[in-house]
């Protein structure tokens, strides 16, 4: 995308329709949990599902919590090496992956709000790699430091690549879509530097 302070790539129909389909129901039995953050003290569930796997030892911190990854499954690890090297290709250098945090918004009213993944333990530059599949789905960005926003639909299987100073520039949110009644789950691979424990 030709945004400025940003490294962003958007490929619709990475996958065909059956393949999709397919992801989709392998990826509805992976260990979705609701979260349960404390805001001010109080009790607030996160709007949407999610599930973290990753290589033996990696974790990380949200809200002052630490969640550590689940053991690799099938249908991750097929696509954790498949994914890298689509993104070596479209960057041009070697990435590698040693998490998946997923999404599962069970329609139009889960969502996530603003935020950049700049976590310490995502490094400088880190490379999100954003698989999509089920509902169709807007996701904005905003600059940190303009006044300037994009819009993206998200499609059924696709790809989102952000990289780059995309995290230090901008922040980026799904919002809630009230006439989508259908599911969407989101893979986000990522490396994660974690400090001894
Ligand atoms: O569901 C999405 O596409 C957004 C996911 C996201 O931003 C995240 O997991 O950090
Ligand atoms: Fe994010």
Request: one cysteine or more; proline letters at 5%; charged letters at 20%.
């Amino acid at each position: 995308m030709p945004w400025q302070d940003s490294d962003v790539y958007y490929f619709p129909n990475l996958f065909s329709l059956s393949e999709s389909r397919h992801y989709f129901r392998l990826l509805e039995s992976l260990n979705w949990q609701q979260e349960t953050l404390n805001l001010y003290n109080r009790e607030v569930k996160t709007p949407r599902l999610q599930s973290f796997y990753g290589d033996n030892g990696v974790y990380y911190t949200y809200s002052g919590q630490r969640f550590d990854a689940t053991e690799w499954v099938q249908v991750l690890s097929c696509l954790k090496p498949w994914l890298a090297s689509t993104c070596s290709q479209v960057l041009g250098r070697t990435i590698q992956f040693n998490a998946m945090l997923g999404n599962y918004y069970r329609d139009g009213n889960d969502n996530m709000g603003w935020h950049a993944d700049d976590e310490p333990e995502l490094g400088q530059e880190p490379v999100i790699a954003s698989l999509n599949f089920g509902a169709a789905r807007d996701f904005k960005f905003k600059h940190k430091f303009s006044s300037q926003q994009h819009n993206l639909l998200l499609e059924n299987g696709s790809l989102l690549i952000m990289a780059g100073k995309t995290q230090q520039f901008w922040y980026h949110s799904l919002p809630k879509r009230m006439r989508v009644a259908e599911p969407r789950i989101n893979l986000t691979f990522r490396y994660l530097i974690n400090s001894p424990k």
